[in-house]
Each structure stands twice: as structure tokens, then as C-alpha cells.
């Protein structure tokens, strides 16, 4: 987004940014070009108030050739159906360089037109309009990129605005964050709540019975109020240097995510937002008492998205077996086995002790019982938590026996492999 993608690298194109009028034109021949092979074509709402625009963003969906395959609904004249619908939109628009670094998704570089105004550039300059093509997977997922990306920084604003509360939105849907996995692994922390876009509008308390979602807002300010009747906004009464993200409400500037800092410099209505609707806010009063806490937040979701709290209580429990699983072995297991103690033979010094612990953590982790040692009882309870003192225990009672079966077994092995290669000399 931005029209910036070609206008780098070792052949740079002049990519600059188009009037409204030049925009709606372009924008209406892509739409019309790009019916010919999705059924589904459709750009998100612009932000307010723009003088002029960067790029052109547009969303497809569900090729008219797979839908309606004995329909003849691709011209002879592209691509075979068997061709990358991506490549088959690039050829259609008359693209005449492309990028693409990821499979559903290409930045176009197309010739400006000939019969529309070049304002402020000699005509013999060649100019081009960079056009960013994204294949949705389903209609739905097309609607939902609809809300994402509509209304310029809405979504950045809302964004940083929930996100204290446990929730993030990306290019599928919202999700509610668990706590005590996000700092260790972001991705496995998200549990996916809605890819509904009036599921999810309905949970932030964001109105959209009336013109919100069917054109630009008027103004920047506009959007912005807009933005704060979302239930989770508000504004502390007073600048606290010490809150942090996770208190919630607007905080010190300096706490932001890198991101969130990124946005700053290079999105001028989020900055506005920081810089100076916040601050109005809060010297008019407004927004000042907070109405939720994570913890109120996490269960209305439950509530309001039925069948999320099982997954959500499943993958913490599934994270939580795998952590102790990760210290079990070294933090117990290895840890129960007595060090070697002066005057022992070496043999077991080296070797004893290493065999045990490897086969004691099969016994225990894997259930592989093929040495002849077994638990007494389960080491686990009904969640599948190790009990770790069993677990102890039954290291310290048995990793002699365990380690002296392993070495004989290694031995019979040993022995096998020597015989196996004086057959194999012989013949």
C-alpha cells in the first residue's frame, strides 16, 4: 500500500500519486477488466478526506472459470484455466511489472493512462499506477479484508486500542490472546473468536446501522469519534508516566510498541489520534472512567462467541504439558540420577549413568517399556500433568536397574553389528 513498492531497486518506476479523478477512473476499468474472471470484486472504503491517493487496492474472489466451469465464462483469448488467476488479472490489466511475495497476493505496476491528465510532470516522463491485487479464499474472508482494510487508519487506531484487553486482529479475523503464552510464543497464543464482520463490530460496541461501512467518513475527526465509541476506549484523567499497555487507557508515548511507533511517524491520522485527540479527551473529560478489565473482557468473548472458551482453556492446558515437558527432563529425570562418586569403575562413570537417564526419559515421556521396567502406577494425573515427585522417585528406585538393562541391551546390539559385518567379510 502507498504506491512505493516499484519505486526503488536497480530499474525504478515513476510511480507518482493520482488525483480523485484519475483514481475512481482507474480504479472503475480495474474493477470492470477483473469481472471477466472473478465474480467477486470489490476495494476497501478510503480514508477521509483524501486529496489524493497512493495506490489502488483491490479484492477478488471466486474465479468465474471454477465456478462455473461449462459456462465459458473465461475468454479464449487469456490464460487456460489452469493458469495462476494472478497472472491471468497481471496480463489483463496490461501490468507491466509485478511483485509478489506471497501466493494470494501481487503488486501491479500499470501505464498510466494516455488520455488522463499527467499534473505536474512533463508528458514524455512515463508514468505508472501501482495497483496491489489480493485473491481472497472465500467470500467471507473477502469481507472481512473489507472491514480490515476500510477507512485508512481506522483499524491501526482500534488496534492499539484493544489490545491492552487481550485481543488482536489480523488478516483473519479477531482474536482473544492467552496471557500466559503470549510473551513466549505470540502466534500460539491467539485463539480465533470471529472472521464475522458484524460478530465482531457487535463485540467492540462500533455501530454500523448506518453509513459507517457504506462510504468515507467526512473527516479525520469524524473518524476518530467514531473510533472512540468502541467500549473499550477511554482516557486516563491525568498523564501516568508508569502505565503501561497492560493498565490499558492511552499511556506514555514511549511505551508504544515498535509498530505502534512506526504508525506514528508515517501515518499522519494516527499520530492525530496520540497527539491530539487523546489529549482533548482528556481535558473535556471525556471517556475517563474505564468500564472493563481483561479479565471481564476474556469472558464476555466466551460468552458472546460460544464454543472459544473450550478452545481456549485446550490450548493452555496442551502449552502447559509441553512446558513441563521441556524441564522434565533435565530439571527431574537427569537431575534424579546420583553423580558419580569417586572410586566407582569408569565403565559406569561414562556410560551408566548416560544410558540410564536416555532410557529413563523413554520410560517416562515415550511409554516405551521394552527394557522390562515399568512404573509401579501412572506418573501422570487425569489432565496429563506429570506428577514430578512420583516421577522422582521412580528415577532414584530404578535408574540403576533401568541403566544396567539399557547397557546389556547395547551390548547384545554391539554384538550383532560385529557378527553382522564378519558374515559380510566372509561372503
Known amino acids: 500500500m502507498g504506491?512505493?513498492?516499484?519505486?526503488?531497486?536497480?530499474?525504478?518506476?515513476?510511480?507518482?500519486?493520482?488525483?480523485?479523478?484519475?483514481?475512481?477512473?482507474?480504479?472503475?476499468?480495474?474493477?470492470?477488466?477483473?469481472?471477466?474472471?472473478?465474480?467477486v470484486v470489490a476495494t476497501p472504503i478510503e480514508g477521509p478526506a483524501k486529496k489524493d491517493h497512493g495506490d489502488i487496492d483491490i479484492l477478488v474472489a471466486l474465479e468465474?472459470?471454477?465456478?462455473?466451469p461449462s459456462s465459458g465464462a473465461c475468454s479464449t483469448s487469456l490464460?487456460?484455466?489452469?493458469?495462476?488467476?494472478?497472472?491471468?488479472?497481471?496480463?489483463?490489466?496490461?501490468?507491466?511489472?509485478?511483485?509478489?511475495?506471497?501466493?494470494?497476493?501481487?503488486?501491479?505496476?500499470?501505464?498510466?493512462?494516455?488520455?488522463?491528465?499527467?499534473?505536474?510532470?512533463?508528458?514524455?516522463?512515463?508514468?505508472?499506477?501501482?495497483?496491489?491485487?489480493?485473491?481472497?479464499?472465500?467470500?467471507?474472508?473477502?469481507?472481512?479484508?473489507?472491514?480490515?482494510?476500510?477507512?485508512?487508519?481506522?483499524?491501526?487506531?482500534?488496534?492499539?486500542?484493544?489490545?491492552?484487553?487481550?485481543?488482536?486482529?489480523?488478516?483473519?479475523?479477531?482474536?482473544?490472546?492467552?496471557?500466559?503464552?503470549?510473551?513466549?510464543n505470540k502466534?500460539?497464543?491467539?485463539?480465533?473468536?470471529?472472521?464475522?464482520?458484524?460478530?465482531?463490530l457487535s463485540f467492540l460496541g462500533l455501530k454500523y446501522d448506518s453509513t459507517q461501512w457504506e462510504r468515507p467518513f467526512a473527516s479525520v475527526e469524524e473518524l476518530m469519534e467514531y473510533a472512540a465509541t468502541c467500549r473499550l476506549f477511554w482516557v486516563r484523567p491525568e498523564q501516568d508516566d508508569s502505565a503501561t499497555e497492560a493498565d490499558g487507557g492511552d499511556f506514555d508515548?514511549?511505551?508504544?510498541?515498535?509498530?505502534?511507533?512506526?504508525?506514528?511517524?508515517?501515518?499522519?491520522?494516527?499520530?492525530?489520534?496520540?497527539?491530539?485527540?487523546?489529549?482533548?479527551?482528556?481535558?473535556?473529560?471525556?471517556?475517563?472512567?474505564?468500564?472493563s478489565t481483561r479479565d471481564t473482557v476474556r469472558e464476555d468473548a466466551f460468552e458472546q462467541f460460544p464454543g472459544t472458551r473450550q478452545v481456549y482453556a485446550n490450548r493452555l492446558l496442551e502449552w502447559r504439558k509441553e512446558q513441563q515437558r521441556h524441564t522434565?527432563?533435565?530439571?527431574?529425570?537427569?537431575?534424579?540420577?546420583?553423580?558419580?562418586?569417586?572410586?566407582?569403575?569408569?565403565?559406569?562413570?561414562?556410560?551408566?549413568?548416560?544410558?540410564?537417564?536416555?532410557?529413563?526419559?523413554?520410560?517416562?515421556?515415550?511409554?516405551?517399556?521394552?527394557?522390562?521396567v515399568r512404573p509401579p502406577s501412572t506418573l501422570r494425573d487425569p489432565d496429563g500433568f506429570y506428577n514430578e515427585d512420583k516421577v522422582r522417585e521412580f528415577v532414584v528406585d530404578n535408574w540403576r536397574r533401568v541403566g544396567e538393562a539399557a547397557w546389556e541391551e547395547s551390548q547384545k546390539k554391539y554384538a550383532k553389528r560385529l557378527a553382522e559385518q564378519g558374515d559380510k567379510r566372509t561372503s
Not at 502466534?187 to 465482531?200: A, W
Open 79 to 184: 490464460s487456460p484455466p489452469t493458469e495462476d488467476p494472478l497472472k491471468v488479472a497481471a496480463f489483463l490489466l496490461g501490468a507491466e511489472r509485478s511483485i509478489r511475495e506471497q501466493p494470494n497476493a501481487i503488486n501491479l505496476a500499470i501505464p498510466w493512462p494516455n488520455d488522463l491528465p499527467q499534473e505536474g510532470t512533463s508528458s514524455d516522463v512515463p508514468r505508472y499506477i501501482q495497483v496491489d491485487l489480493h485473491l481472497c479464499n472465500s467470500v467471507e474472508h473477502l469481507q472481512w479484508m473489507l472491514l480490515k482494510q476500510a477507512h485508512g487508519d481506522l483499524w491501526n487506531i482500534l488496534g492499539s486500542t484493544i489490545r491492552p484487553y487481550g485481543l488482536t486482529v489480523d488478516e483473519v479475523g479477531l482474536y482473544i490472546r492467552i496471557p500466559e503464552i503470549e510473551n513466549l
Open 187 to 200: 502466534k500460539q497464543s491467539k485463539v480465533l473468536l470471529s472472521s464475522d464482520p458484524t460478530e465482531i
Open 3 to 39: 504506491g512505493s513498492a516499484f519505486s526503488s531497486g536497480s530499474n525504478p518506476l515513476f510511480t507518482p500519486r493520482m488525483s480523485p479523478r484519475v483514481y475512481q477512473h482507474v480504479l472503475s476499468t480495474c474493477h470492470a477488466k477483473l469481472r471477466e474472471l472473478f465474480i
Open 328 to 372: 522434565l527432563w533435565r530439571g527431574v529425570i537427569k537431575a534424579s540420577i546420583p553423580e558419580w562418586q569417586e572410586g566407582e569403575e569408569e565403565h559406569n562413570k561414562r556410560h551408566l549413568r548416560s544410558l540410564a537417564a536416555s532410557s529413563l526419559k523413554k520410560i517416562v515421556m515415550q511409554d516405551d517399556y521394552s527394557l522390562g
Open 64 to 68: 468465474k472459470i471454477a465456478a462455473f
Open 253 to 291: 508515548r514511549s511505551k508504544l510498541k515498535a509498530n505502534d511507533r512506526r504508525r506514528m511517524k508515517g501515518r499522519a491520522a494516527f499520530r492525530k489520534w496520540y497527539d491530539e485527540f487523546i489529549p482533548a479527551c482528556r481535558e473535556a473529560g471525556r471517556f475517563t472512567t474505564p468500564i
